[in-house]
């Protein structure tokens, strides 16, 4: 199973970037997907989470209007756009593939990619 990230970078507030996360070694279409993010000094929060079709999406209070789960199936990609960003969502932004949509419990993780939200 690999996961690698992607899209991550310097913005500022107010503006926008797209993640992907491209997933490989295990059938993507079977699994539900999320993203989670470590902030510096803080521990892991979960962001969103989408189902196996995509028919379903959730979101983090913090994020929710804001960011846009999304999956391609037929490339093997999660995606997530991430609209009028503010500096507290700077963080290192994992693809985490979880036991359930719901669990906190994720069996492969990425490496991640930063996400700097600076004026």
């Known amino acids: 199973v690999q996961l690698v990230e992607s899209g991550g970078g310097m913005v500022q507030p107010g503006g926008s970037l797209t993640l992907s996360c491209a997933a490989s070694?295990?059938?993507?279409?079977?699994?539900?997907m999320s993203w989670v993010r470590q902030a510096p000094g803080k521990g892991p929060e979960w962001v969103s989470g989408?189902?196996?079709?995509?028919?379903?999406?959730y979101y983090a209070d913090s994020v929710n209007g804001r960011f846009t789960i999304s999956r391609d199936n037929d490339n093997n990609t999660l995606y997530l756009q991430m609209d009028s960003l503010k500096p507290e969502d700077t963080a290192l932004y994992y693809c985490?593939?979880?036991?359930?949509?719901?669990?906190?419990?994720?069996?492969?993780w990425g490496p991640g990619t930063q996400v700097i939200v600076s004026s």
């Open positions: 985490a593939r979880p036991l359930g949509v719901h669990s906190a419990w994720y069996d492969y």
């Open positions: 070694g295990f059938t993507f279409s079977g699994y539900d």
């Open positions: 989408i189902t196996t079709g995509g028919g379903s999406t």
